[in-house]
């Protein structure tokens, strides 16, 4: 599928592990710059990633070039409604690289999401947003996501 010139959408493969990972350390490392430790993640993919969690892939590939690069990702499963306990799609990962966003890369991805969570018989599709990612919830309001919870934390030091 080619959506803009020098961009694709792909499928992606449950041996993309090291790519998926790459990935959503960008997107960590981006929103979370004061932490360097983001080990944990790829225990996330080892649990998680599967054939019921597809992954797709945006390529960058400029005309008259053999050289292509990744530039975004989906990575979808599915989630239960805690209200009505309905199966819905969940989007588990969607990052563009910084210098190709503005484009409509996010939300051909979202499309492609929303696409495989109708194929699924799903009625509707869920994500967590950062608080702090404010250019993201700005596009989801857009798209038409609202806010049906919270998640809320309290930390404190186990020393203590």
């Known amino acids: 599928m080619s959506f803009l010139s020098d961009y694709h959408l792909k499928p ?3 041996h993309d592990k090291a790519k998926l ?4 350390q960008l997107t960590y490392e981006e929103l979370f710059p004061e932490k360097s430790d983001f080990s944990h993640l790829s225990t996330t993919i080892e649990q998680y990633l599967s054939s019921k ?4 892939w945006i390529n960058y590939q400029p005309e008259n070039s053999t050289i292509s690069e990744e530039v975004g990702c989906l990575w979808m499963g599915t ?3 805690q209200v009505n306990g309905d199966r819905y799609g969940h989007i588990f990962l969607i990052y563009v690289k910084p ?5 409509g890369l996010a939300t051909t991805l979202i ?4 696409q495989w969570v109708q194929e699924q018989g799903y009625h509707q599709i869920g994500l967590q947003v950062f608080e702090r990612n404010q250019a993201a919830r700005k596009l989801y309001n857009k798209l038409g996501f609202s806010p049906q919870s919270y998640l809320m934390l309290k930390s404190w030091n186990i020393n203590e």
């Open 99 to 103: 210098n190709h966003r503005r484009q």
């Open 21 to 24: 990972l790459k990935f959503m």
């Open 53 to 56: 969690t597809p992954l797709w």
């Open 111 to 114: 499309e492609q999401g929303q």
């Open 12 to 14: 992606g493969k449950i």
């Open 79 to 81: 989630g239960v409604d």
